[in-house]
């Protein structure tokens, strides 16, 4: 597969009264559930595969199979973060997806490596990824694949 | 349908980090998930009905359709709450329930009616309890049903 | 205090893949999240009051005393939501709030009225509202105050 | 530090309804709930340091900096899954734990590093941990640490 032209996919997220704990910082599960959306945004507004689409209509899902983080400073209360979504790698079942939320400063709150494998949700097995998706998805590619990523 | 023993589905439930917000306290969508708990282990351990027999085997859930809740006093991270649970009247698709947590010095904290109604989830409509089920969950309800209940 | 305008603030509120349950629509209590969201934005955008500069800096809060909630129909991934809050009531420390929920097929989802009270977070005690903030929450209050409020 | 008698601290976590996303398995940011959960039984049962007390009357935390995830396979609804907790490595202000969750058929559903430092809340940097906790702490550390753990 070509390397694409190495598009970010960038959302803003805010910060919420939920997402915080008791030292007033972003309680750090909470941070996956915003990559999880970040990445459910990308699918649905990038590649034109809703979650609705993918899970409940075609049967398929792209469950997280492996990831690091490294939580580089807290996040507070009623902060604008910016979510930016990179694919480092593609498989033909797997997506490795480079992922930083970065705070007003600029500077990187939570910087995540997260593998996605493409899985038939009735028989729970990875299956290739849908061609259109995957050639959607390749375009934000920035490496060139030939170079071992991570 | 005949009075039951008017029986007292009680558990305990810890007040975890993941609960609490910025005020050190819990963050009140939380007490819906330790309420969803106690419903879901009432259920699975005194009626013998598990979430997963009841939702992925059978078919048919127990949606929350109203709920009334005062929440009377805040609840610290490391409490362990007193859960209870009766049932305040029954229809033949409907379950009123009557929670209750309380904190270590035994005053309640949140009180909650809460109805439910038996329902199919591939057809998305309300359906008669299961007979069983119906039979033991009036086990646990405590008013003789000729005194209406608001 | 004069009645105010009777202005809805509203909100959309997309139906996330973690907000779903087993059932593939909304989990309940993660409607309560999406509600706390909804007045969050409404204090920090319509009442220029940023729960991060109420909690973190001027050391109150508007926790929920009570709550009723009709969960009219379910909503399922993916579906963009339309929340709506006006005030139906307003005492020196009290917030009495219409919330509702709707589909994207303009039809209620869940409707909820939401008491919150203004407390001192230190002393953890009901605190009169700020009175900027009172004046401008009031101008969502569609309710002639003449008729008392609690 | 000197190896110390390599204990295992385990726990069970039951797999509740709220947990589950529309395909019926964990919804992986519960995860890092459960593992958080685990992290502060841990703590409060076995280190004598409720996550209250750290918190809220002594003024320090434990905030997760670094994890790397190994999600093995999907758990469902209803399953009882078996946490275990080693520490890993010690450092003068931070924890690398061993986290496993195990299926109840005991193969490893994940598998997760977690590195947490001491941190002094009010200041937001790294402390030494207090000499007790990091004595008790030191007792689950099965590695010795002449031996490098990646």
Tied chains: 1, 2, 3, 4.
Excluded at 18 to 43: H, K, Q, S, T
Aim: glycine share 8%.
């Amino acid at each position: 597969m070509n390397p694409g032209s190495g598009r970010v996919f960038a959302t803003r997220i805010p910060v919420r009264f939920g997402d915080c704990d008791p030292a007033g910082i972003v309680f750090y599960p909470r941070y996956f559930e915003m990559i999880n959306g970040l990445v459910e945004d990308w699918c649905g507004q990038a590649l034109s595969t809703s979650f609705h689409d993918m899970h409940l209509r075609d049967g398929w899902g792209l469950p997280t199979v492996h990831l690091e983080t490294d939580f580089l400073a807290p996040s507070e209360l009623g902060e604008n973060l910016q979510a930016e979504l990179r694919v480092e790698k593609m498989g033909g079942a797997s997506l490795h997806l480079a992922i930083r939320l970065l705070g007003p400063d600029n500077a990187e709150r939570v910087r995540a490596k997260v593998v996605l494998v493409a899985m038939d949700l009735k028989e729970r097995r990875a299956i290739p990824m849908p061609r259109e998706f995957a050639i959607r998805a390749n375009t934000y590619c920035g490496t060139d694949t030939a170079e071992p990523t991570n």
